[in-house]
């Protein structure tokens, strides 16, 4: 059979590729303490080095600014329809009484 391959949690890749940028202990005891491939320590290390840069370099990704612009339309529309269905209520209360 095969092995299934392990699924690591971006909060464990941190916690690991933060004590590896750290230096205070070698890779091979970082792989030990954390039971992983000292191959996956290294990895994780460059990726963070290489990302971090991003954290510094704008102040919201453009996926939140996004959500953001989308969420102050649908809140617009939501409030056109409110008043649209308000005067309808009006106009048909009118007809009808």
């Keep these: 059979m095969s092995k299934k391959r392990r699924?690591?949690?971006?909060?464990?890749?941190?916690?690991?590729g933060l004590e590896a940028l750290k230096g205070i202990e070698p890779i091979h005891a970082i792989a030990a303490k954390y039971q992983?491939?000292?191959?996956?320590?290294?990895?994780?290390?460059?990726?963070?080095l290489e990302r971090l840069?991003?954290?510094?370099?704008?102040?919201?990704?453009?996926?939140v600014v996004e959500s953001e612009e989308r969420e102050a339309r649908l809140y617009q529309k939501i409030?056109?329809?409110e008043v649209e269905l308000d005067w309808l209520k009006k106009k048909s209360a009118e007809l009808n009484g």
């Design 7 to 16: 699924q690591h949690s971006p909060e464990l890749k941190v916690r690991v």
């Design 36 to 48: 992983v491939h000292p191959v996956q320590v290294t990895q994780w290390k460059k990726e963070m």
């Design 53 to 63: 840069p991003e954290v510094f370099a704008r102040k919201a990704p453009a996926s």
């Design 79 to 81: 409030g056109q329809l």
